[in-house]
């Protein structure tokens, strides 16, 4: 143990924090960070939320991605190409306790101002509220047994340049690491070392590793244009070799903050403890040579009004969109996860009509006679009744 812990040191550290000061918008690059057990001081202390206090991201309005943060010391400037700066203090917040919900958690948030809320509801095209986490989360994760921000699941993401380095040399596009939105980069030359750790130090910090990130669509989205990679690339990649049994994609490690204490840019990783690597199967598929998509080769087609049927609920559609689309659209909600047809988190069992369905790992021939579809990834052609 002695013998790994002193070569992973003299290799790897900390080159870049990230903070993400509202969920699904752009992060702001630090030199040093603040980090207490909820995570990094500012990260994902802010969220937009339907009025019922529902998450809204980026993985559903791309576009959130292009809404750029600044921190003042009594508050934010939030920025978005073609309107007026939003800029907010803390003591302006209107502070009244609401409902807040990301995935399964709901928990006591706090409202912001009637501004805020219309300035996200003119980027989204739909009616939104700007929520805060106030200084201490109200949202306990019982997994983890601490607070945790309006993060997905858990306080703080690392992954590691060459982790990053191996994607890229397997994948058709160039990824970059913002589109993974981590809050720890780390540098040195073994490609997912961060999948060997189980507890490390940095700076004034110590932090456990407690389990790999599930990736879903939001990694397909470009930063900068706020466009879907036509080929759902890196999730298409990474399916090849950092995938499980059930499908389902990981890059990168959730990890909690043991302590709360200072770390900066050039720390270096020292390994307290390390485990077993998750074990995934290598295709050895190498998609660098893919030059079409399946969506480039598609005949546009004439969209048509259809009638759709969720578990009884009549509503009315179109046979352009993803069922799950048209699914959250009509005010319905469907079980979903990765909306990138890998993890099958979506499935339902089409009773009635027409779909075109994408080939899915998370969609084998027994589901498929069984009657099964993915409603992120499936188009309805005609009338349909599907129930869940």
């Known amino acids: 143990m002695d013998a790994i ?10 080159s870049n924090i990230n903070i993400f000061p509202v969920k699904s918008i752009a992060g702001i690059s630090l030199f040093t960070a603040q980090v207490e057990k909820q995570g990094l001081e500012f990260d994902r202390r802010f969220m937009v939320a339907t009025l019922d206090g529902k998450m809204i991201t980026a993985r559903t309005h791309p576009n959130m991605l292009k809404i750029k943060a600044l921190i003042e010391a009594d508050g934010l400037i939030l920025c978005y190409p073609g309107l007026l700066d939003l800029h907010f203090t803390f003591n302006e917040l209107e502070m009244k306790e609401v409902d807040a919900t990301v995935w399964g958690d709901t928990f006591s948030a706090y409202s912001t101002t009637k501004e805020a809320n219309q300035w996200f509801s003119s980027i989204l095209g739909t009616e939104a509220q700007l929520l805060f986490s106030g200084k201490q989360s109200n949202r306990i994760r019982e997994k983890i047994q601490t607070n945790v921000s309006f993060a997905d699941g858990y306080p703080l993401l690392v992954i ?11 994948s058709s596009s160039h990824h970059t690491m913002a589109q993974f939105r981590t809050n720890l980069v780390v540098s040195g030359s073994e490609a997912f070392i961060e999948d060997s750790w189980k507890r490390i130090r940095i700076g004034e910090v110590e932090f456990e590793i407690v389990k790999p990130c599930q990736r879903c669509i939001l990694t397909t989205v470009n930063p900068h244009t706020a466009q879907y990679h036509p080929n759902k690339e890196p999730l298409r990649t990474l399916s090849t070799f950092r995938a499980d049994e059930s499908s389902n994609v990981y890059f990168g490690q959730n990890l909690v903050a043991k302590n709360e204490g200072t770390i900066n840019v ?15 199967v290598d295709s050895g598929a190498i998609t660098r040579t893919k030059s079409t998509t399946s969506d480039a ?3 546009e087609k004439e969209s048509k009004e259809i ?5 009884g609920n009549l509503f ?20 979903n996860s990765c909306r990138a047809g890998l993890c099958g988190a979506c499935r339902v ?11 899915s790992p998370a969609l084998n021939q027994r589901l498929k006679d069984a009657g099964m579809i993915l409603a992120c990834c499936s188009v309805p052609k005609t009338d349909i009744e599907v129930v869940d």
């Open 5 to 14: 812990v002193s070569q992973v040191n003299s290799v790897s550290s900390l």
């Open 160 to 170: 590691s340049e060459a982790s990053l380095a191996e994607l890229n040399k397997r």
């Open 266 to 280: 050039g720390d270096t990783i020292e390994v307290l403890e390390t485990k077993e690597k998750e074990y995934y």
């Open 297 to 299: 080769l598609k005949v």
């Open 307 to 311: 009638t759709i049927s969720l578990n």
């Open 316 to 335: 009315t559609g179109n046979t352009e969109d993803p069922l799950l689309q048209q699914v959250e659209a009509a005010g319905l909600s469907i079980n």
């Open 349 to 359: 069992t089409l009773e009635s009509g027409d779909v075109e369905q994408e080939d």
